[in-house]
């Protein structure tokens, strides 16, 4: 059957197979112009448009060039070993973060859309990579727990959130990191480091956690200020 006999529902039912029938009732559901419509569309099909599916990753990797501080830009090979990931993983990283618009490329490959980057972090983020709980272990206090808002918070008896880790100092319920080598990149930058746990924050806090942590990665990643 090609696409305009599938788009037929007469066709269809001529055909005398049960399974286009139910073919027919989810055509008859569909509106006509939007499903002729959906190639032009900004959020069209994937594969159709060649778009890529956003990863961990590369917001990691994203995340990690927006709090680059020095003037030369970083190589794949430095930023792979500062995140502990493969150099081909952080050439696909930044191909697919481009194609998100998270990078722009206007002074370099590496070059962010910091803009779009704190957008996607404080009202996407949450819902592409949502928190996931565990049991009581040892890890690398995050969130509220962890810089720099756990100097906003007195501490309590209260199980902390922590990324497991086999180093890890403090106990508490499992919490884990959007990104797998998060943990590691953090122990690495404390500058990451803080900016991952405000993410966790935002990912499953209190309204006022939430909204801390919103102020603090808007100071963090918003536009950088000319020298």
């Given at each position: 059957m090609n696409v305009i006999t599938a788009l037929n529902p007469?066709?269809?039912?001529?055909?005398?197979?049960?399974?286009?029938?139910?073919?027919?009732?989810?055509?008859?559901?569909?509106?006509?112009?939007?499903?002729?419509?959906?190639?032009?569309s900004r959020f069209a099909n994937m594969e159709y448009t060649g778009g890529m599916e956003l990863k961990p990753q590369d917001v990691l990797v994203a995340l990690k060039l927006a709090l680059h501080s020095n003037a030369e830009p970083p190589t794949y090979a430095q930023?792979?070993?500062?995140?502990?990931?493969?150099?081909?993983?952080?050439?696909?990283?930044?191909?697919?973060?481009?194609?998100?618009?998270?990078?722009?490329?206007?002074?370099?490959?590496?070059?962010?859309?910091?803009?779009?980057?704190?957008?996607?972090?404080v009202h996407g983020l949450k819902y592409a990579f949502p928190a996931e709980r565990g049991a009581?272990?040892?890890?690398i206090p995050t969130s509220y727990a962890a810089p720099p808002l756990n100097r906003e918070f007195a501490p309590t008896s209260d199980p902390v959130p922590v990324w497991p880790h086999a180093e890890g100092t403090v106990r508490g319920f499992a919490f884990a990191p959007f990104?797998?080598?998060?943990?590691?990149?953090?122990?690495?930058?404390?500058?990451?480091?803080?900016?991952?746990?405000?993410?966790?924050?935002?990912?499953?806090?209190?309204?006022?956690?939430?909204?801390?942590?919103?102020?603090?990665?808007?100071?963090?990643?918003?536009?950088?200020?000319?020298?």
């Open positions: 007469f066709s269809l039912v001529e055909s005398g197979n049960p399974a286009c029938a139910l073919q027919v009732v989810l055509l008859r559901n569909l509106d006509a112009a939007a499903l002729f419509d959906v190639p032009y930023l792979a070993v500062s995140l502990g990931l493969s150099p081909s993983e952080v050439h696909a990283a930044v191909k697919r973060a481009r194609a998100a618009r998270l990078l722009n490329g206007l002074d370099s490959p590496f070059s962010v859309d910091r803009r779009a980057l704190l957008e996607f972090v009581m272990t040892r890890g990104a797998r080598s998060a943990p590691a990149a953090s122990r690495r930058d404390e500058k990451l480091y803080e900016v991952l746990a405000l993410i966790d924050a935002l990912r499953e806090g209190r309204a006022r956690e939430r909204n801390l942590a919103e102020k603090e990665l808007t100071v963090r990643l918003g536009k950088r200020k000319s020298k």
